[in-house]
């Protein structure tokens, strides 16, 4: 069974639900095929800091009402290090910006509400096999729906389905480069309906390992502690966790922790991945299709959503316009952002977390912080890096 549409995104994640939406609100239809069921899409628990580009998109898309109402503007951060911290004030280093917390499944789900309201197709529980044609005027995608195989003709194709996906596998492997980096830990996290220790995220740098404490409301909490690769969630009671994140944090900042029970704890590995190009014929990769970064930085979502500003706003000059120059832009000027992204999660992933039992190598992290603590030019580069680099005019 064949069926049409203009746009034909793969994947129901924060990429693809914005790029809908926003299609649609300038009149291009689009279809969504999403693997998982929506109650899977929904359940994901992901971050919840967006830069203030990521916040202004998400107001152009009109999905802004509870984010606005509910999510907490934090103006600063702190870094914990050597038993004292040090308050990076964002807002005034980068000239009155700021940034959201407010989850990302919390974007997804107000997303999806908005295009099932307006109507839009989401078929949930339809793989993508994969796709086809991708060269021509009119590609493919062939995926699964109800035990048949379905296709679905459209003018272009989103690859907006995360790292395992078929999108990128459709791209011929000697057209396509992969940069890849594997770090030797992972972050264990707890959330808990517990009052966050402060009102602005703290990271952590202890010679037992990072911890970053993060919140989703003001009586919800999310905590992190670097943990081994060989670690289980199964081998942490919360008990254990709660112990080891207070061993390293200040301890006045420790001596504030409000513990509970867990809702929820995993283990989530860090990378650093990066493909190019980004487009391949009338295929563009979006989001974690096309890279990936380490936690540290809070880089991934809003990382999805510069492309899909640059992606929208392509397609866009296409239909209307009839402009094809912003599509033939588009894969070089995402990577252009991407590596920028790329480079600050690393330097501070490299900065707060242990790599080995060489104790040199922790005090020389601790020196880097204690040299960025009293330094108004390592503040502002730190500070303007974490709100988020601008995005590149684009029309």
């Known amino acids: 069974m064949e069926k049409q549409t203009r746009v034909g995104i793969i994947g129901s994640g924060p990429s693809g639900l914005l790029l809908s939406q926003l299609l649609f609100l300038n009149g291009i239809d689009s279809v969504i095929l999403e693997r998982q069921s929506r109650e899977h899409v929904e359940g994901r628990i992901r971050a919840g800091v967006l830069e203030q580009g990521t916040v202004d998109l998400l107001r152009q898309a009109q999905v802004n009402e509870r984010m606005d109402r509910e999510g907490m503007v934090h103006h600063g951060f702190s870094l914990a290090f050597d038993s004292r911290k040090t308050r ?12 959201m917390i407010y989850g990302q499944t919390e974007v997804t789900k107000d997303l999806i ?3 099932l309201a307006a109507g839009a197709v989401i078929e949930y529980e339809a793989p993508v096999l994969s796709v086809e044609d991708v060269e021509s ?7 699964e729906k109800d035990d048949n195989t379905h296709r679905l003709a459209c003018d272009f194709v989103a690859g907006c389905d995360g790292y395992h996906g078929a999108s990128r596998k459709s791209i011929p492997s000697d057209q396509l480069r992969q940069f890849e980096r594997i770090y030797p830990f992972g972050w264990l996290g707890i959330l808990a309906d517990v009052p966050p220790v402060d009102d602005e995220l703290i990271y952590a740098n202890h010679e037992r390992g990072f911890a970053l404490c993060s919140m989703r409301s003001t009586t919800r909490s999310r905590y992190y502690v670097q943990c081994s690769l060989d670690d289980a ?15 390293r944090l200040p301890q ?3 001596d504030n922790v409000i513990t509970g029970p867990r809702l929820e704890m995993s283990i989530a590995p860090l990378r650093s991945f990066v493909a190019e190009p980004m487009r391949w014929g009338n295929l563009f990769l979006a989001g974690d299709a096309a890279h990936i970064v380490p936690p540290t930085g809070a880089k991934g979502l809003n990382l999805a959503a510069s492309d899909i500003y640059y992606l929208s706003r392509a397609l866009i000059a296409h239909y209307r316009e009839k402009r094809n120059d912003l599509l033939n832009r588009y ?3 995402c990577l252009n952002r ?3 992204a790329i480079r600050f999660s690393w330097w501070f992933t490299s900065l707060m977390h242990k790599f080995d039992e060489d104790p ?11 040299y960025l603590a009293g330094s108004i030019a390592a503040k502002t580069a730190m500070a303007e890096n974490y709100v988020g680099l601008s995005f590149e005019p684009f029309e």
Request: aromatic residues 8%.
């Open 233 to 247: 969630v199964d081998d942490w009671t919360d008990q254990r966790f709660w112990d080891e994140l207070c061993r």
């Open 113 to 115: 509400d908005a295009r």
């Open 331 to 333: 894969s070089g000027v």
């Open 88 to 99: 990076i004030d964002m807002h005034r280093l980068t000239e009155g910006n700021s940034i």
């Open 360 to 370: 040199m190598g922790h005090r020389l992290q601790i020196a880097e912080l204690d």
């Open 137 to 143: 005027s009119t590609p493919q995608i062939i995926y």
């Open 252 to 254: 006045e900042i420790a």
């Open 338 to 340: 991407v590596w920028k």
